[in-house]
């Protein structure tokens, strides 16, 4: 089975395609490697520098012939979608757009699209979030990420293009770059490590749902063998403030200091947490990795990548 991953040399594409090819797919990469890394592709997944919203992702599509694809690729920041609103249509719009064109044009078998739920719901009436909870972004990137679930599902209608998308809660692990689109976990670790005390925008007692990277890998192989349409959430259902996610990563660091507070961010929600009673009745997938386990392995792996940087 022949899988196309979009953004596969980032964070959770790269990841994606390392479990792809274990599981004995063969895997086609594009990334015009704005945010991702060109070392964090498998060498055995084949690769292509190419913008998603170019012309040239069509010669990738007619070259390859993918069966399924994974559409990752996206400007996944809030504070730049905030400060620049028409790129971070550009990307996940268009460039959403520009896939799914492709994908009927081939007759690709299936598409699993990263979707957000930290930022598609906006300040929630209730938690943990279901996936009928109204629809309410504060972002331009929760807003282009809705815009594009409700694409995926006009192709399907119009043109019968099976698909799932994947509402990410804040995802967290090795590879993720502390700088550009960053979660708040890689921020804080990286910071901690050179002995530099983070800076929390509020007044940390604000909430994110933490899943590990690689429970959100298994939802994805879990949705390219599913025969399942539409949308599910994908995350813990259980909220924790960014103070304890603080105090749990100085632990585990050996920092001493108190962090530095500045005013909230334009577009970040206050709280949220994400459902997964819909993921785990229709795909059987339950996030394992525990915040204490996924944030060790972590700090464990940014360690290394600082030594292997310094040549120690």
Not at 78 to 101: C, F, H, K, W
Not at 199 to 214: A, L, M, P
Not at 288 to 303: S, Y
């Amino acid at each position: 089975m022949r899988v196309l991953v979009t953004g596969g040399a980032g964070f959770i594409g790269s990841h994606l395609v390392d479990a792809s090819i274990a599981s004995g797919y063969e895997v086609i990469v594009v990334d015009d490697l704005s945010s991702g890394r060109r070392e964090n592709v498998h060498p055995r997944a084949k690769f292509y520098q190419v913008d998603i919203a170019s012309n040239h992702l069509g010669e990738v599509f007619a070259e390859e012939r993918p069966e399924i694809v994974v559409h990752h690729a996206a400007q996944a920041s809030v504070v730049r979608s905030v400060q620049e609103p028409r790129y971070d249509a550009m990307v996940n719009v268009l460039g959403t757009v520009q896939i799914l064109e492709q994908c009927v044009r081939w007759k690709v078998r299936k598409v699993v699209f990263a979707s957000t739920g930290g930022a598609i719901y906006g300040e929630p009436i209730s938690i943990p979030v279901t996936e009928d909870h109204p629809i309410a972004p504060i972002s331009p990137y929760g807003i282009t990420k809705y815009i594009g679930e409700l694409y995926l599902a006009f192709y399907h209608k119009a043109y019968g293009l099976p698909y799932v998308s994947l509402r990410y809660a804040n995802v967290y692990g090795p590879r993720q770059d502390p700088t550009g689109e960053a979660g708040v976990v890689a921020i804080f670790i990286d910071a901690m490590l050179r002995g530099r005390a983070p800076t929390i925008f509020g007044d940390g007692t604000q909430t994110r749902d933490f899943v590990y990277v690689e429970d959100v890998v298994q939802a994805n192989l879990l949705a390219m063998q599913s025969e399942v349409v539409g949308v599910m959430n994908i995350g813990t259902g259980v909220e924790t403030s960014v103070n304890l996610l603080y105090a749990k990563l100085a632990q585990l660091t050996g920092f001493t200091d108190p962090p530095v507070y500045a005013a909230p961010r334009p577009g970040d929600v206050y709280r949220i947490a994400l459902d997964p009673d819909r993921a785990r009745s229709l795909l059987g997938w339950r996030p394992k990795v525990t915040l204490e386990e996924g944030l060790r392995r972590t700090v464990e792996a940014f360690k290394e990548q600082a030594a292997r940087e310094g040549g120690g």
